[in-house]
């Protein structure tokens, strides 16, 4: 394979960081990397938080502005017109999290929309995204999931739902911004997969337009894509699916196991590996009617997207394929795709600091459990400098 070993260039990968910034990220990924600091990290920011301590601008000179764009749309221009001037593009993600109130779905369809008017004219951001959870509540979703009939009540907040996946989808065909809708835990995924399937059915007529995510840990996923396909080719519209490993998995297991069902997780890490390649090679198979966003930090899954690419002859500036991943990391993945002329996008966080904190701190516990991630990150940081010292 010509290409392999492309993400080994740290030069590329790092041309954007200073090197105050990439002695920052050094510094972030060495605390991430023991996870008892990161236990005890986490706790001190949970409770520093919620007693009002003036800790925002510690966390926002340090954690907050390596993984955040800003803390509002405006603030993530001077990062998001940089970004482009590499060639990868940014996805800008809300990521405010945990609200269960009407008047904050509504907010954050809001602020969906808001971003969608946003990327309008700005051809940096060919893409929103946003989060079930937040546009309805979870405990309604899993009713809705597991088949209970709703009372009049949580009947009318479902429309309230359905209307605002409608008003985003909406927009976004008419601006031509595709819309990433994520994955939630497996106990409310069926709802949210019926309503994007019929945001589908009503907006991907001619193109993609809306995608739905796929976490690819879960065994069933496969069988799932191929059922949907089977609908779309029946039904004459296209499908879109941004892939993933998954985010969720201890929670998945500790729930199956309390309630006494088989875990939705595959067995093993290869299991999800081999589960996630089969899912891309499938769509890859199937691209004139199923686009891809393909969510990964993954080297060598990356690789492998590449290679069937190239044995399929798609393009590589193909607007049906797309690569991603999260700001702050596996910059080498994304500078060196670009460089190499795929489209490549950042999901790039935002949001006030406090508000901000638990995706934060997400990010910070899942760095600590990804076997390897962390240490990728580090030895490429470490690279990174030795290059720059050798070059002055």
Sequence with gaps: MEHLKIFDNTEIAFQLKSNKELNRAHFLFNMISNESLVKVGTALTRFAIKAHLPVEGIIRATVFDHFCGGVNEEDCLPV?????????????????????????????????????????????????????????????????????????????????????????????????????????????????????????????????????????????????????????????????????????????????????????????????????????????????????????????????VMQLMKEKGIEITDNRVWFGQLFGMSDNISFNLANKGYNVAKYVPFGPVKDVMPYLIRRAEENTSVAGQTGRELMLIKKEKARRKAAK
């Excluded at 940014?90 to 369809?109: N, P, R």
């Excluded at 996946?165 to 911004?177: I, N, P, Q, R, T």
């Design 80 to 304: 998001i017109d940089d970004m482009f001037t590499k060639g990868v593009s940014s996805v800008l993600d809300y990521s405010v999290e945990g609200k269960e109130t009407e008047a904050h779905f509504d907010g954050a369809m809001e602020k969906t929309l808001k971003i969608i008017r946003f990327s309008d004219d700005r051809k940096a951001m060919p893409i929103a995204v946003f989060k079930p959870s937040g546009f309805g509540r979870f405990a309604l979703y899993q009713k809705k999931s597991e088949g209970k009939v709703l009372t009049e009540n949580e009947q009318d907040e479902w429309s309230r739902v359905v209307a605002r996946y409608d008003a985003v989808c909406k927009l976004g065909k008419e601006k031509d911004v595709e819309i990433l809708i994520d994955a939630e835990e497996s106990w409310i995924q069926d709802a949210v997969d019926d309503l994007v399937t019929d945001m589908m059915r009503k907006y991907n007529k001619d193109v993609t337009i809306v995608y739905n995510t796929l976490q690819m840990y879960r065994h069933d996923r496969m069988d799932f894509l191929k059922r949907q396909h089977e609908l779309a080719r029946k039904e004459g519209f296209y499908l879109g699916y941004k892939i993933v490993r998954g985010a969720y998995m201890e929670k998945e297991h500790e729930r199956a196991m309390e309630n006494n069902y088989p875990t939705p997780i595959c067995e093993s890490k290869l299991a999800t590996d081999e589960n996630f390649n089969a899912a891309a090679q499938y769509i890859l198979d199937h691209i004139s009617d199923i686009s891809v966003f393909v969510g990964t930090h993954n080297e060598l899954s990356s690789y492998k």
